[in-house]
């Protein structure tokens, strides 16, 4: 091993292909990002240099606050949804005495293969204010409970949220259950020999040996969240009105629909800098050091 | 290691300042695209590379960007395609089929040099392109399309700046509410002329369990149309003086209409979830009786009088009274704006391609005119007509001379008014969004411009 380390060479070899890769393909187009959100562009004439204009009209624009209020609601929901149950079924299909484990974990990860256009499809059907599924059920128990889902002004983040945890969930999953059973056995006996029930073994030995994974899992969530864009785009088009954009729907809507490449790269160089901090503050959060068994 | 580490970091960054760099290049691309002499860097320069000029019969191929994407797209191009055969036998159109998209695919080829020969372009399309300079000025090539063009229809070859950019085909196209004379007789509700006449005949049909008014309000267009139809109650000029800055969404006359919708909807003038239906949804309510009304453009009229026949009959838009809706019936939200078949600047022969988009035009328009049965199209058509008018075309074609037009959203001017109304318009048709709302979103975007 220290022979390998010895030899710069090598490792400079070996690292530039990877590093040339990461900076075409995510360093140069974050670069350019933050560069253009200093312009007035419209993607095609000659740029002009605004300075942090952009910034400054961002945060008096109530659509950007909108905006950040819905991805903030989404990150929030599949994060708590798709970890919370993805622990659950983890915990749950890791025990042996647990009958149909195989189906349950097939199932679960089904949704995270399908196209998310065929989801959202899906759920558009399931969430039709008139002959949708949901709506079908509350009639069928006798509850007069009926939803336009997705055009009501307040409800539809939460909507279009749900379809995103359901989707995702069986990653998460798949992730916790790996988790799990790299998890030495010995640990659970142990518990077991000092009369640890099941509930109290997996609270106080598997998930907190899990921190790792459940750190992963909270920054893939939080950062998926923040970056939404399909759902709202297949399922609601940011509708109604601008209530289900997200920053990532506003920076399309300010490029794409208005024309201002400049200020959609503001609120996309805003989207950067907050998945960053949320990433630096889960770190910080479950900061400790990697256990080895 | 700390050395090898501050090696790579520094690599990294000289990396990114070469990204940086190379913006500078872009700016020079452009700038040289501004003066029409990008040379080398233009694929449609290539696409034609081994084109000669039109005098010669030797064969030239150009790429058109157009719309193919059902029967109402490919009819005309296909018969475009056919007549220019025997026209310019010597031309061959290559075809690159345009993507609904809000002319994202058309930026981004213009953006990167890869511009077609030939692309439909609307008033927005028009504004950047001419710009960036991304479209050819068609003044003096534009000679015998001028000869053709309808009268009434010179708004939409010619822009504010006086030039010509695009061949346009389709004339002054409008908004209109169409609705079921069976199901209005048959329920005794009176066609509303009145607002109030209007929330009668929401109820009545409420109460029979008959969606009042089927509207594909996920598309935001028919909400700004519907909005629009009431503003141009109060307002001839509609939502055209609100883009132009004219006027303020708090105006009476605007607010006024923002507050009637918002009334109406309240009392289930639409459909349950709107805002998440689509065309095929909305029209599906109207064509099988469910519906009593439907808003769309006078395109369809071939749709709804094949579902309907004779019941298929179309109202002028109800006013706050009597005498407010006989002076403002014929006033119709929509209009035509300059857009059409224009021209790559950076085109091998410029003089041939404009001939071509201008011959495609006119061949659309002869299509539309004789197999569509629409007299709302751009240039004269002396061709005999094959499928005759439907009943409401030919009404319809009665009110032409003495309509007044307002615009589409799509021949708004101002991009960001534009999406600010979209938005709020379509915000509207929930009923849980005030008129206040809608009164300080749209005016944040009028004074934004």
């Avoid at chain 1, 950040?68 to 299909?93: E, M, P, R």
């Avoid at chain 1, 030995?205 to 297949?234: Q, R, S, V």
């Avoid at chain 2, 061949?363 to 569509?372: I, M, P, S």
Wanted: net charge neutral; aromatic share 12%; glycine share 6%.
């Amino acid at each position: 091993m220290r022979k390998y380390l010895g030899n710069k060479t090598a490792i400079l070899l070996f690292i530039l292909p990877a590093l040339l890769l990461y900076t075409v393909v995510v360093f140069y187009p974050v670069v350019q990002v933050f560069y253009r959100s200093l312009f007035d562009w419209d993607g095609l004439s000659e740029a002009k240099f605004i300075a942090l204009d952009n910034y400054k009209r961002l945060f008096h624009d109530h659509v950007f606050f909108t905006s950040l209020y819905n991805s903030a609601v989404f990150a929030v929901i599949i994060a708590i949804v798709q970890i919370t149950i993805g622990t659950l079924l983890a915990f749950a299909v890791s025990e042996a005495a647990m009958r149909g484990r195989k189906f349950v974990r097939i199932t679960v990860f089904i949704p995270v293969v399908l196209s998310i256009t065929v989801v959202c499809q899906l759920w558009l059907a399931m969430y039709n204010g008139e002959y949708g599924l949901i709506n079908k059920l509350f009639e069928a128990v006798g509850l007069s409970y009926r939803q336009d889902w997705l055009t009501d002004r307040h409800t539809a983040i939460f909507a279009l949220a749900a379809v995103n945890a359901w989707q995702y969930m069986g990653y998460h999953f798949a992730l916790l259950l790996a988790g799990v059973k790299s998890i030495p056995e010995s640990y659970m006996e142990a518990a077991r020999i000092d009369g640890a029930s099941k509930m109290k073994a997996h609270l106080r030995i598997t998930m907190p040996m899990l921190a790792e994974t459940y750190k992963f899992c909270l920054i893939l969530a939080f950062t998926g969240g923040l970056n939404a864009f399909a759902n709202m785009y297949i399922m609601t088009s940011g509708g109604p009105g601008t209530t289900t954009y997200t920053l990532t729907y506003m920076m399309f809507r300010s490029a794409f629909r208005v024309g201002e490449f400049g200020y959609g790269s503001a609120s996309a160089a805003f989207l950067v800098i907050e998945c960053l901090i949320v990433t630096l503050i889960i770190n910080k959060l479950i900061a400790r050091d990697p256990i080895v068994y | 290691m700390r050395k090898w580490t501050l090696a790579l970091i520094s690599a990294t960054m000289v990396m990114g300042l070469a990204a940086c760099g190379s913006s500078n290049d872009n700016k020079e691309q452009n700038s040289a695209n501004t003066g029409n002499q990008a040379a080398g860097n233009n694929a449609a320069a290539a696409n034609a590379g081994d084109s000669t000029n039109s005098s010669s019969t030797e064969s030239v191929k150009l790429r058109i960007y157009a719309q193919y994407a059902d029967e109402d797209t490919k009819g005309p191009y296909d018969y475009a395609v056919a007549e220019l055969k025997k026209a310019m036998p010597n031309v061959e159109l290559e075809l690159d089929v345009q993507a609904q998209d809000d002319g994202q695919k058309l930026k981004t080829y213009a953006a990167t040099g890869n511009l077609p020969d030939i692309f439909q372009a609307g008033l927005d399309i028009i504004s950047t392109f001419k710009k960036s300079g991304n479209i050819l000025e068609l003044d003096k090539y534009a000679d015998d399309f001028k000869a053709k063009i309808q009268p009434s229809a010179m708004n939409t070859l010619v822009t504010d700046d006086g030039h010509i950019y695009a061949f346009p085909y389709a004339g002054n196209e409008v908004a209109m509410l169409f609705y079921n004379k069976e199901l209005f007789a048959a329920n005794n509700v009176k066609v509303p002329t009145t607002y109030d006449e209007m929330m009668a005949a929401v109820n009545a049909f409420n109460a029979k369990g008959i969606t009042p008014l089927a509207l594909f309000a996920k598309e935001k267009w028919p909400t700004v149309a519907l909005y629009d139809m009431f503003a141009s109650r109060n307002d001839p000029a509609g939502i055209t003086k609100l883009d132009k800055g004219e006027a303020k969404a708090s105006d009476p006359e605007y607010k006024t209409a923002a507050e009637e919708i918002v009334k109406l909807v309240k009392a289930g003038m639409l459909p349950k979830g709107a805002t998440n239906l689509n065309y095929d949804q909305a029209a599906a309510l109207f064509h099988e009786g469910k519906a009593a009304m439907f808003l769309n453009g006078q395109w369809e009229i071939d749709a709804s009088t094949k579902a309907l026949g004779e019941k298929l009959g179309y109202m002028y838009v109800p006013a706050a009274d009597a005498a407010a809706y006989e002076s403002s019936k014929l006033t119709f939200s929509g209009g035509g704006g300059p857009g059409g078949y224009a021209v790559n600047p950076q085109t091998k022969d410029p003089e041939l391609a404009a001939k071509v988009a201008a011959f495609i035009s006119l061949k659309y328009a002869e299509f539309k005119f004789t197999q569509r049965g629409t007299p709302m199209v751009a240039t004269k058509v002396d061709a005999p007509v094959v499928n005759k008018f439907p009943p409401v075309m030919e009404q319809l074609s009665k009110d032409i001379p003495s309509m007044k037009t307002t615009a589409f959203s799509w021949g708004l001017s101002n991009p960001k008014f534009k999406a600010a109304i979209e938005d709020a318009a379509q915000s509207l048709m929930t009923g849980g969004y005030s008129p206040d709302d809608f009164v300080s979103d749209v005016d944040a975007a009028i004074s934004s411009k």
